[in-house]
Structure formats: C-alpha cells, structure tokens
C-alpha cells in the first residue's frame, strides 16, 4: 500500500496542483457528462454479442439481424463523436490550465528578480516550463474525470456479470485484488524514478544551455571533445535514469499477467458450462467481454496512480519555486515616488551576497540632486552592487539606502525603477525588433520619440543603415550588433526614458575612440541637471564628473 500511502501523504501538493482547474469546474462537469455517455455506449457491444449468437445467428433472425445493426451501429457513432468531443474538451481545459500554471510560475520568477537569477541555473528554470509543468498537466486532462466514469464502468460491469453467472464472477474476483497489490507496491517506486529522471533531464538542460552560450569561450580553448565528453556523460546519465523508469514499470505488467491467466481460467470453465448445457454460447462471450471490460478499469487506476506520482514529483520541483520567498518586495505602506529631486545617500551600507563574504562595509557617501559621481575601486569592491541596491535587487544587510530623505523601501519598485536609467557593462538586448528594444525605456512612445532618442545615443545612423531599419531584429542576446552598438542602444533607451536620476556601469567600455567621443558628448548632455552614478573602471571616465568616491576591499575598512 506504500503507492497509495504516497499519494495520501502529497495530498496537499495534489490539491494545489489541481486547484488551477478551479475555474474551468463547469467545463469538468460537462466532460464528465459527456464520458459517462461515451463510457455507456462502449458497454453495448458484449451484449450485443451475446443477442447476435443466441437469437440471431443461431436462430435465423433476420428482422432482429436488421434491429441489433442498426442499435450497434447508433450506439458505435454515439461513443465516436462523444468521445470526440470530450477529447477535445478535456484538451482545452487541460492547456488552459497549463498556461495558467505557466503565467503564475513566470510571474514568480519575475518577482524573484535578481536575487533568484544569481543562485538558480537557466537550465532548471526552463526544465519547470519545459518538462515539469507537462507532466503535471496530464492531472489537468480527463484523468479524474475518467477515474470516476471508470469507477461507475467498474460497478455496472460487475453488476452485469453478477447477473449473468455469480459463480464465474467470483471467481474472477481475486484478480482485481492481486492486480491492487502489485500498483500498490510499485508506486512509491515509481514515484522515486521519476522524480530522478525530472532531476537528470533539469541537469541536461542547464548543461546544453550553457555550453551554447559559451560556444566562442569553448572555441577559443579548444575545449570542444571536453564538452562533448560532458554532454555524452549527462545523456548517459538521463538514458540511464529514463531505464530504470521503465524497467520499474514494468512491476504493473504483472497484472496484466494476473488478468490474462484469469481469462483463460474462465474461458476453460464458461467452455465446461456450455458444453455441459448449462449456458448459452452467446452468454459466454458476452460474460468474457464484460470481464475485459473489468480490467479496463483496473488497469486505468493502476496508470493514473503512476500518473499521480509522476505529477507529484514534478509539482514538488514547480511549487519550490513558487514557495521560494522574495528577497525584495513592497512594503504594506509603500508609497509612489513623484518628481524625485535625486538626492542619494548610502549610511552604514553592508551587504554581501548569500554564502558569499562581505562585498560591502559600512559604506556612507552622499550624492547631491544634480551631481555626477564616479565610483572607483579596484575589482571586486563592489562598484557594480551598487547598482542592484539602487535597484533594489537586492536590500542591505544592515544599513540604509535614502533617497530624497527617505528609505528605498519606502516606495514602490514600480515607481523607484521608473524613476532610474540604467545602462549595465554589458547591457541585454532581447530577440525582437531595435525598436522594441528601445521603447522599453518608455512602454507606448512614439517612433519619433524612439528615433529622437537614438540620435540623441549617436545610434540613429547606424541603425537606418540595417537591413530592415529600425525593424531589425536584434538577435537573441542582441548578438546581431557589435558591442558597441548594444551599448547605443542600452543609451537610447535611457534617453527615451528621461529619468531623474542615471546609473551608468561604464557603458563607454565597448566602444572605440570615435563612438567612445561622441557618445561621451552624448552622455554629458543627458547628464546635465541630472543625479548621475558611474561606475568608473578607467581614468578617461573620472575625469570627466563632479566628484570621485572611491571605496575598498571590505577587510580594509573601518568598523
């Protein structure tokens, strides 16, 4: 009973996974209608079998002939088209359900931000979408749907063979238990092997999402029979794990076994009956029709329990995610920040990453509204986490960011990041069009916004220069455009978004001597009575702002 036990105990995590049904309860209510229909017309044919010898065949019936085609052929078409429809019916709701699941998942991703994306890799996260969401989407189809018409199947066919021959059924009877004890024993099993292979695909897809990212890092070191190595070794160990599922299964056949020599059992004794003149050739076979009929229930609890662990082990992985708490989030009070005048001040600012040693210490510095302030230091100071505090992707450890007088906390992150431009070191450009890529500084602008925002970024020139202009996709990762150009267009959208304050992780650093002037001019312009931080990793950038803070390694600082 451990399979059942199994299911018992994830009760909760089942619950949760069907609760995304909830809202489509009436279009269950309709599939089971129409499955019942479908379920009662498929219980015709044995006893039509039975009409056909008894009375039609061996008595020459030629009228009840015409009568029992006519009803088989009505009851054939009704199973068809109703089976059709509740197919159909139960694909829909299924992928609904589906993508709802989905939507909820990304939208937690998105909230996790940041500080999710450090500690998680890429490959596991797309595994929950790609391979975990669909097998617990086999819950959201007709399977508890077709567990209750089978259930109703179960009892009409034993009551139906209860009435033709008591004592055959009897003795058919220990089958279904002995069936029982074998899916009971086996589920946990099952359980355990699936959830391994989940892990061992998750593992395979974060390996092939990496080692395609880093194409030209493996070319330049001829690491390439390395990586192949490493992905020969993860798909052996998915074959491995996907075999050891199977051969596990493989426990359920031995009802099927059990079924069989059951039949042929009944076979030898409904033989001796007819023989013996005790009953009709006809009843016998629809006797033994209904006892496949038996099985076919059975057999559909013996796969949905499977089924059921299966979908457990993936919603454990799926809800993981979802039950992760975010490291950032609006406080209850949380306010929108209006017209921000851009006044920053970190005041005995801590932080480090989790697991990781301190980055920052008691780190105080003061920008004023309209002051552009380089941030110095040798690598690995923290400069650049400075940034994901401004942003709020991650919070201090202990201290306080202020702007304008008042904690970050205090407003929303809606209004905060709407309030800052960013342009990282190497900044992100998504697979669609310049111009989408571009109007994410500011959702709905116009094109003659778009475009005076790429002059303003000296990117207007090279952009009409593409293929389809402002139309060009930009390649997954923007990889269609050199760096600098990237840099450009990360520049524009911060020129279209016209924020109050700007935070700049040398967005200079990729372009040659002549972009480099011309889009410095740029920047100075946008600059101009604005509230600037810039990461500064050369000298050509400090010299070229108000003030230089420069901060040290965490041990060198005073506590």
Request: hydrophobic share 45%; with cysteine; aromatic share 8%.
């Amino acid at each position: 009973m451990n399979g059942f036990r199994e299911i018992i105990a994830s009760r909760h995590i089942l619950g949760r996974t069907l609760s995304f049904l909830r809202p489509y309860i009436r279009w269950q209510v309709l599939g089971l209608l129409i499955t019942v229909v479908s379920a009662g017309a498929g219980l015709v044919q044995p006893w039509v079998n039975r009409i056909l010898i008894d009375k039609v065949l061996l008595e020459g019936n030629i009228p009840l002939l015409r009568t029992i085609t006519l009803f088989f052929t009505g009851a054939v078409l009704l199973q068809t088209f109703t089976g059709m429809a509740g197919t159909y019916l139960f694909t829909w709701m299924s992928n609904r359900a589906a993508n709802d699941l989905r939507s909820t998942l990304h939208r937690k991703i998105q909230l996790l931000s940041a500080a999710f994306a450090d500690r998680s890799k890429t490959g596991d996260i797309m595994s929950s979408f790609t391979s975990d969401v669909p097998v617990m989407q086999g819950l959201y189809s007709s399977l508890f749907v077709n567990l209750l018409t089978e259930a109703v199947r179960f009892v009409v066919v034993l009551g139906v063979m209860l009435g033709i021959n008591a004592r055959l059924t009897l003795i058919a009877l220990p089958s279904v238990p002995a069936f029982a004890v074998l899916v009971a024993l086996a589920g946990g099993i099952i359980k355990r092997a699936s959830k391994e292979v989940q892990e061992r695909r998750a593992d395979f897809n974060a390996l092939l999402q990496e080692q395609i990212a880093g194409l030209r890092t493996s070319a330049a070191y001829n690491l390439e029979n390395t990586q192949s190595k490493g992905f020969r070794g993860s798909l052996t160990s998915l074959l491995a794990s996907q075999l050891r599922l199977t051969l596990k299964g493989f426990i359920f056949n031995g009802g099927s076994l059990v079924a069989m020599f059951s039949m042929i059992f009944l076979l030898y004794l409904g033989g001796l009956e007819v023989i013996g003149g005790r009953m009709q050739l006809g009843v016998l076979m629809a006797f033994t029709g209904y006892f496949g009929m038996l099985f076919g229930p059975v057999g559909s609890f013996a796969g949905a329990a499977g089924q059921v662990l299966h979908a457990v082990g993936a919603a454990e992985r799926v809800f993981g995610i979802l039950d992760t708490p975010e490291a950032v989030t609006d406080s209850p009070d949380a306010r929108v920040l209006e017209n921000p005048r851009g006044h920053i001040e970190f005041r005995d600012v801590c932080f480090a990453y989790p697991g990781g040693n301190p980055v920052l210490s008691w780190l105080n510095f003061s920008v004023e509204p309209g002051e552009t302030v380089a941030i110095s230091g040798e690598s690995g100071v923290g400069k650049t986490t400075l940034v994901s505090l401004m942003l709020r992707f991650h919070d201090p450890d202990r201290g306080v960011i202020l702007l304008d007088g008042a904690p970050l906390g205090e407003y929303t992150l809606e209004s905060l990041r709407g309030c800052i431009g960013v342009v990282l070191q190497e900044p992100f450009l998504f697979n669609s069009s310049i111009l989408d890529n571009i109007t994410m500084g500011r959702p709905g602008a116009s094109r003659e916004d778009v475009e005076r925002a790429a002059v303003a970024a000296h990117a207007h020139h090279f952009i009409i220069e593409l293929p389809k202009g402002y139309d060009t996709p930009a390649g997954e990762r923007g990889c269609l455009l050199s760096g600098g150009q990237r840099q450009r267009i990360a520049l524009a959208r911060v020129f279209l978004r016209n924020p109050r304050i700007v935070l700049l992780d040398e967005a200079t650093s990729a372009l040659d001597k002549e972009s480099e002037a011309q889009v410095k001019a740029a920047v100075m312009d946008l600059l101009r009575d604005r509230t600037c931080l810039i990461i500064a990793h050369r000298e050509s950038t400090v010299n070229e702002v108000d003030r230089v803070i420069t901060i040290r390694h965490p041990e060198e600082c005073k506590t």
